[in-house]
């Protein structure tokens, strides 16, 4: 399945054209309440994304990973310890409670809150010009990182101006331009002759501009510090976390990453001057919209691992600067049932994504049953099977968010039964969400603030504040 078909618009319906965040109009007193000097503190700054996390993802990957390795995620052992800032923030964009993951990444990113489905473009028409530009353009190294097409929403929101976020192929078009150093993440349709309208093939004019392009694990594993990076390792995102993980084929294939985010780090922190670094976690956002509890929480952890190398080289560094957040939340899912239940998803080698692309019209209900318990460990019911199975005579209707009618939404539900897991929606909702920093600046972090507000704490931390 295409996921990015199914999830591109989905926080758009919520959009209405006179909303504002009741914060807005505290903005004039507050939003340079956060960092009022402009010392330079920080040398480099990583900003991390959990990109739809709701605090119930957070929740559970922690305690799933506690109950199963007998740790804590390195997040949540931030605040155990008392090594991170933390903090609220609202996320809110200029023209709905509820933002898109565009309009969000465009308030750090450019500072000022765009309407959803934009990059960097107020409603004016107007630019913001985003903050990668400002810290490349200041003499640092910068780049992004995703689990997602690296044309997507939240990466493009720290780099390019673009009035519709659904433009991938110019947003590829525009990373060709701007002569950045590290771009790692999915969309292989977006760079490849085979699959661009216009038939160029940026990967070649990548590689002719001087970069080192990649398009597998070991490649990237062993690619050169010495030239700028582009590595694009799958169509659309990148397989699921749990996915990769039972299968070897897809392990050579495609990197983790923490793996991705290693390697950024190595090549950006060959600057004497710093670097600016975006780590996403997209699929995230992509398993909440799915409702896709075992995907959900395998990839907040594969984030979280992320984390715990970005901190490491933090650590060591003490130059460096930490952000960590989510543009929104996704679905409010939340544990509601016993430990046993919960446990077993301890115990699944697939999505529900690869599930229900791998059943199809032909399978009998005994099969469906048969073929999730080796799956996922649960044994669900005939009847339970048998309404799964009823979706599949639909899978030629046109669905907005989801072009294969998968059973999505069904599937949880039954689901629900077995883990304890359940979902409150598939869309992004209005929660404030967490937000905490590690090293130096973090200090400064107020309690709660507006995500557009990010943008100025970034420049006053790195000394660039009024220089750019």
């Known amino acids: 399945m295409k996921r990015r078909s199914f999830f591109k618009k989905a926080s758009l319906a919520v959009a209405g054209a006179g909303m504002f965040s009741p914060f807005d109009l505290l903005a004039s007193e507050k939003s340079n309440r956060i960092l009022t000097s402009d010392a330079g503190l920080a040398k480099n700054i990583i900003f991390m994304v959990s990109d739809g996390m709701s605090i119930g993802t957070l929740t559970m990957a922690d305690l799933l990973l506690q109950r199963k390795e007998g740790r804590r995620s390195k997040w949540l052992s931030l605040y155990d310890e008392g090594k991170a800032t933390r903090a609220l923030m609202d996320t809110a964009s200029a023209n709905a409670l509820v933002t898109d993951?565009?309009?969000?990444?465009?308030?750090?990113?450019?500072?000022?809150?765009?309407?959803?489905?934009?990059?960097?473009?107020?409603?004016?028409?107007?630019?913001?010009?985003?903050?990668?530009?400002?810290?490349?353009?200041?003499?640092?190294?910068?780049?992004c990182v995703t689990s997602v097409p690296i044309t997507h929403a939240t990466p493009a929101g720290f780099c390019v101006n673009i009035e519709s976020r659904g433009d991938q192929s110019e947003i590829a078009v525009e990373y060709l331009k701007l002569d950045f150093d590290v771009l790692l993440g999915g969309g292989t349709e977006f760079f490849s002759e085979e699959k661009r309208k216009d038939k160029?093939?940026?990967?070649?004019?990548?590689?002719?501009?001087?970069?080192h392009v990649v398009q597998n694990r070991r490649d990237l594993l062993q690619t050169s510090i010495t030239k700028p990076l582009l590595g694009v390792f799958h169509e659309d995102g990148l397989p699921y976390a749990l996915d990769i993980q039972f299968d070897n084929k897809l392990k050579a294939e495609i990197p983790t990453l923490s793996e991705m985010t290693r390697q950024a780090i190595n090549h950006l922190k060959q600057n004497n001057n710093g670097f600016a670094l975006q780590v996403e976690g997209g699929s995230v956002d992509?398993?909440?919209?799915?409702?896709?509890?075992?995907?959900?929480?395998?990839?907040?952890?594969?984030?979280?691992?992320?984390l715990a190398e970005v901190i490491s080289f933090a650590e060591e560094d003490g130059e460096t600067l930490v952000i960590i957040t989510t543009d929104h939340g996704n679905s409010n899912p939340g544990l509601f049932s016993s430990n046993d239940k919960f446990d077993k998803i301890q115990h699944f080698k697939q999505t529900n994504n690869r599930v229900l692309n791998r059943i199809n019209r032909s399978f009998s209900s005994k099969q469906v049953i048969d073929y999730i318990e080796s799956a996922q460990g649960i044994v669900i019911k005939d009847e339970e099977a048998k309404?799964?199975?009823?979706?599949?005579?639909?899978?030629?209707?046109?669905?907005?968010?989801?072009?294969?009618?998968?059973?999505?939404?069904?599937?949880?539900?039954?689901?629900?039964?077995?883990?304890?897991?359940?979902?409150?929606?598939?869309?992004?909702?209005?929660?404030?969400?967490?937000?905490?920093?590690?090293?130096?600046?973090?200090?400064?972090?107020?309690?709660?603030?507006?995500n557009s507000d990010l943008h100025n704490f970034m420049l006053r931390t790195a000394g660039l504040m009024g220089k750019l």
Not at 114 to 136: A, H, R, T
Not at 200 to 211: D, T
Not at 298 to 303: L, P
């Open 200 to 211: 160029a093939n940026l990967f070649s004019q990548f590689y002719k501009k001087g970069y």
């Open 387 to 450: 309404e799964i199975l009823k979706h599949y005579d639909q899978l030629d209707r046109e669905s907005l968010y989801n072009p294969n009618n998968l059973p999505f939404r069904t599937f949880a539900e039954i689901q629900s039964n077995y883990t304890g897991i359940s979902f409150g929606s598939t869309n992004h909702s209005g929660d404030f969400v967490e937000l905490a920093m590690f090293g130096p600046g973090s200090e400064r972090l107020q309690h709660f603030v507006k």
């Open 286 to 306: 992509w398993a909440a919209h799915a409702n896709d509890a075992s995907a959900l929480l395998y990839e907040q952890i594969a984030f979280d691992e992320a």
């Open 101 to 143: 993951s565009a309009a969000a990444s465009s308030a750090w990113g450019g500072g000022k809150r765009v309407n959803n489905g934009s990059l960097n473009v107020n409603p004016d028409g107007s630019f913001n010009k985003p903050i990668l530009q400002k810290f490349k353009s200041a003499g640092k190294s910068v780049g």
